[in-house]
């Protein structure tokens, strides 16, 4: 069936570069840097992820830059010179680069003023995102109109989750999100802080335990609580290179909730990586709105 608007995201939504070649989805890819050296998020395409969290390991500290306009026009005006655009990107509470894709969004809509380009703000990142995308995709695969599918997103981006714990403190300290003292006092004491995406569409502690294996306890029951129809989804577990742990994680969950359909492994991205390090664990799913 022939569409009249293309269905577009980010590579923040860590979308695994296979899955959005066979959805014909096109992507933006987010850059970062490693040792000096600029990337774009190819999703997985390159294997980046493993070596930049072995650099991490090492010592390295990449950090991530905003995409400009100018790029972004690069992306969506092939495009919107054939056909209408629906872009569902990444949180705008993550990132200043949102202002990025508004500015390219007016210069463009000046231009090509009989076009539709819509921008839809998820509220989410890496995999909360990815689910939204494929969700949208079915409905846009199946004829719905632009309208009906930013009315899903819209209806449904609360209930995308994610719940995560690191493994070094380090990282979140770099990143702001802690304080130095609070990252030596929780090294200490083996502090492990649970994080979620929050309604506002931000990443923000919600408890702490003690212990990785508490974490992970804590982990299975967040899914446990707030999921919903878990026999017809799929969750995926993410890792900042622990496939190991992950397993047993996968493992745990599947005796919680043996009704789960399937449960996905795969690598965070290098984009989210760079800010949650190493040893970060994460389970993503569809469920009851956001507590928070």
């Keep these: 069936m022939a569409k009249d608007y ?5 590579s923040d939504s860590d979308l695994p570069h296979e899955i959005a070649r066979e959805m014909n989805i096109p992507i933006v890819r987010m850059p970062y840097t490693l ?3 600029e990337y774009l998020d190819d999703n997985g ?3 980046m992820e493993k070596t930049l969290f072995e650099r991490m390991r090492a010592g390295s500290k990449p950090f991530t830059s905003l995409l400009p306009t100018p790029a972004y026009i690069e992306y969506f005006e092939p495009i919107l010179k054939e056909k209408d655009l629906l872009f569902l990107a990444f949180s705008s509470e993550m990132s200043a680069t949102f202002q990025n894709v508004l500015e390219a969004q007016r210069e463009l809509m000046e231009k090509y003023p ?3 380009f819509v921008v839809v703000d998820t509220l989410s ?4 995102q990815s689910l939204l995308v494929m969700e949208a995709h079915k409905l846009y695969e199946k004829g719905a109109s632009m309208e009906e599918v930013i009315q899903w997103v819209e209806a449904n981006r609360l209930k995308a989750h994610a719940w995560f714990t690191v493994g070094d403190l380090v990282y979140l300290r770099r990143g ?5 003292t609070s990252a030596m006092v929780g090294t200490m004491l083996d502090i492990k802080p649970i994080l979620t995406l929050t309604k506002a569409g931000k990443l923000e502690a919600f408890t702490k335990v003690q212990g990785r294996k508490k974490a992970m306890k804590a982990l299975v029951e967040k899914v446990a609580k707030y999921i919903q129809d878990p026999g017809a989804q799929s969750v995926v577990i993410m890792h900042g290179d622990i496939r190991d742990e992950a397993e047993i ?3 745990q969950l599947k005796n919680r909730i ?3 359909r399937d449960i996905k492994v795969q690598f965070i991205g290098p984009v989210i990586g760079a800010h949650a390090g190493p040893g970060t664990l994460a389970v993503c799913f569809m469920g009851k709105e956001r507590p928070v």
């Design 176 to 180: 702001g999100r802690i304080s130095s």
């Design 35 to 37: 040792d000096d050296q």
């Design 45 to 47: 395409a390159s294997g």
């Design 6 to 10: 293309v269905l577009m995201s980010d």
């Design 114 to 116: 009989n076009r539709k």
């Design 125 to 128: 990142i890496s995999v909360p």
């Design 258 to 260: 043996p009704e789960i």
């Design 249 to 251: 994680f996968k493992t």
